[in-house]
């Protein structure tokens, strides 16, 4: 079932998400090549973002920032200020979705799912080993984490590309989340 909006389907408006105009005119061949960047999945996670907004205006919505990205003054300071969870997705969407029903001529309204969380990583990124079930030990933590926040009620996923990630939103928007991914951990 594809989850996308029909507005946001075509190549070219993912392209304008993605990339950016400046970003398109280089890949036009109408402005300059610039520096090899390596921001890859930072320009992932701004882009999704950006889709967010535009789609979802009302919608509020978190960006976890790396302790490795703080400086050392704020390493230590998030230390005194967070518990030991440091293992966050990038991307924590703040709105739960409910479930509306009559019993016995009452509205009823159930919790389904708290919050969605999204782990951005680099595009062509393999989350596992050769055997292509156990996860590769640099992301053993943040799943441990992923397995908690799905004991929560709250979806958690790995995500490498915006598509999936456009997916994994509007999927849970409606109710209904993807699977949950399952590694092994050694």
């Not at 509020?60 to 966050?88: A, C, P, T, V």
Request: proline letters at 6%.
């Amino acid at each position: 079932m594809d989850y996308t909006p029909p507005h946001l389907r075509s190549q070219e408006e993912k392209d304008l998400l993605l990339f950016g105009k400046k970003n398109l005119k280089i890949m036009n061949g109408t402005a300059k090549l610039p520096a090899k960047r390596k921001h890859e999945e930072a320009d992932l996670h701004l882009a999704f973002c950006k889709w967010v907004k535009i789609t979802y205006p009302n919608d509020q919505f978190i960006r976890h920032e790396r302790e490795g990205k703080r400086s050392w003054y704020m390493q230590n300071l998030f230390k005194m200020y967070n518990s030991d969870l440091d293992k966050m997705p990038d991307f924590e969407l703040l709105e739960p979705v409910y479930e509306m029903m009559h019993i016995d001529g009452i509205m009823v309204v159930k919790l389904l799912y708290c919050r969605l969380y999204i782990e951005f990583k680099k595009p062509q990124t393999t989350l596992t080993l050769k055997d292509g079930i156990t996860i590769k030990p640099e992301y053993s933590e943040q799943y441990k984490r992923h397995k908690r926040f799905w004991e929560q009620n709250s979806p958690a996923y790995f995500c490498n590309n915006i598509d999936d990630a456009i997916a994994i939103f509007n999927a849970y928007k409606v109710g209904r989340p993807l699977p949950q991914q399952l590694f092994e951990i050694r």
